[in-house]
């Protein structure tokens, strides 16, 4: 598969790459070529081997799995289980406000954000969990709602989901507690739910939307997702700081508030991860100059070696 050129595994998992493939659909693609074993056994797949009961129908179902003879008998749609299905959906949630329009990296013209990023990483995991015959759901939110996909095994979610996924960053900012209680209303059993946010959000608020999904036995993974210039914060001569969320242009020297800077980001990123290790949740900061494809293995393998001690 190219674009124009020959992609290496190394280099077209590279955000720089990444920046200079058009769409969504191909860079989950090129990503997911790149890593198909790490993400084969996924932590939401759960592979047919045994039959263990029925369970009722419910659309988006996979209609492959509908027992007929249970149908011709009651006139009911009830679906085959088995013995190590996880029965989980994933629920993706991908923030679209307007700090996640923020990208440092650029190359031959093209800036890649932190949205770029997250929804680059939101396609690679519909496109496998489809692959396995999972059901997946969508909400692109700011403040709000801004595109909604619910979950759904159907052979065209693929195409519905990226589509929402290029549903463009609004000037709004976060608001994950409601949008936690709308996408509640998506689930109707047990989900894996993945935030894909810079979560530049109150403590508060995020705590109390990860409790209204524990408290719905969800499990939920937290993808911090910042660029390197807000990790690093390298810049060295006077600057014009915008807010993307409205908050208006500061002319600031950097060097003088390098140290407290730091410190806030240190603080904040650990008072996110305490908030997710109190409810039993995952939580990873990623980098957005950093190569997807490895990021993902190596989370996904550390999931499941920890979920296999359980």
């Known amino acids: 598969m190219n674009s124009g050129r020959e992609f290496a595994t190394a280099d077209y998992l590279h955000p720089e790459t990444l920046a200079q493939v058009a769409g969504i659909d191909l860079r989950a693609r090129l990503i997911v070529e790149g890593l198909m074993t790490g993400l084969h056994r996924s932590p939401y797949q759960g592979q047919a081997v ?120 609004v000037n709004a900012e976060t608001q994950i507690e409601r949008v936690a209680d709308e996408a509640l209303s998506l689930i109707n059993r047990r989900a894996l739910v993945v935030v894909l946010s810079d979560l530049f959000e109150s403590i508060d608020a995020l705590g109390a939307a990860l409790a209204r999904l524990r408290f719905q036995q969800h499990d939920v993974v937290l993808f911090q997702t910042l660029d390197a210039h807000e990790l690093q914060f390298p810049f060295e001569a006077p600057t014009r700081f915008v807010g993307l969320e409205s908050e208006g242009r500061l002319d600031l020297d950097p060097r003088a508030l390098r140290t407290a800077y730091l410190e806030q980001v240190e603080q904040h990123v650990g008072s996110v991860s305490e908030s997710a290790r109190r409810f039993g949740f995952d939580h990873e900061v990623i980098d957005t100059s950093q190569p997807i494809g490895p990021v993902l293995s190596h989370y996904l393998a550390r999931r499941n070696a920890r979920l296999k001690m359980l």
Do not use: C
Not at 89 to 100: A, C, E, N, P, R
Not at 128 to 135: H, K, P, S, V
Not at 140 to 163: C, E, K
């Open 50 to 169: 045994e039959f263990a009961e029925h369970r009722q129908y419910t659309p988006g179902d996979d209609l492959r799995h509908l027992d007929w003879k249970v149908f011709g008998r009651t006139d009911k749609l009830y679906l085959k289980r088995y013995q190590q299905e996880t029965n989980l959906d994933l629920i993706l949630l991908v923030d679209g406000s307007g700090s996640m329009d923020y990208g440092s990296s650029t190359r031959s013209g093209h800036v890649w954000r932190k949205f770029d990023h997250a929804t680059s990483i939101a396609a690679v995991l519909a496109y496998q969990a489809l692959l396995q015959q999972d059901r997946v759901g969508l909400i692109v939110f700011a403040d709000r709602v801004l595109d909604m996909i619910r979950p759904s095994g159907a052979r065209d979610q693929w195409r519905s989901i990226i589509t929402a996924l290029g549903t463009q960053p």
